[in-house]
């Protein structure tokens, strides 16, 4: 083949494919994508152990990125904590935040059951809201203030206002154990019963029957404040 040949047929050769993009992330994805490592892997630890039990150093461990990288984004260990709480009620606000509009139009037992509805499907989705309760609510410390400063007394006091339901510690607490309780503790609920409890029709099932027990708790406080 001559040179003229060769030139032609080397023109007519198929370029080279680009490189795939996960090979050319610049300088702001690998960020954006270690700080996602980060706040995923602070839900996780933070939700499962004690905040004192976790260290900087076991955090970035874990999520596989370079030494520094929680000071880098989130300045401390405090910081990356407060952003997971802010991830997990992202999440939450999400979640019920698009019922709010509707909700006035409804009569009240109906707004219950959409409130339990959506509060026991978000719990399935994302356990981790109720365990970090769990886990800072057992003593006194900033965490525990954190949180209910910025959640616990806004959905205590939301609660109140949607749903009228009595503003004591038996019925708060026995609705948001029944609703939550089942899947924090998914793997025992299988090996008891051999029921997945993250399906659909199970999340289904279980929000029916703890708005039940909701709307006749409901039902009983009316009848007695009726009777006084």
Known sequence: MNKVATRQASSRAPKLAPKPASRQRGPQQRAEETREALLTTGLHMFTTQSYD????????????????????????????????VGYILDRFTNHL???????????????????????VRFSAETPELNRLIIQEGREPSWRLDYLIATFIKDRFEWVEEML????????????????????????????????????????????????????YLRRKEAGENHDR
Do not use: N
């Not at 260290?55 to 999520?63: F, G, I, K, Q």
């Not at 509707?102 to 707004?111: F, I």
């Open 53 to 84: 039990g976790v260290s900087v150093r076991a955090l970035e461990l874990e999520a596989d990125v370079q030494r520094g990288a929680v000071a880098y984004h989130f300045q401390s260990k405090e910081g990356l904590w407060k952003a997971v």
């Open 97 to 119: 935040g698009p019922l709010e509009p509707v909700l006035k139009d409804l009569d009240e037992e109906a707004r219950l059951r959409a409130v339990i509805t959506a509060f």
């Open 164 to 215: 009228g339901l009595l503003a004591d510690p038996h019925t708060y607490y026995m609705s948001i154990g029944a609703a939550t309780l089942v899947f924090d503790v998914e793997y025992e609920c299988r090996a008891l019963f051999g029921v997945d409890p993250t399906t659909d029709e199970f999340i289904k099932e279980h929000a029916a029957r703890v708005a039940d027990m909701l709307v």
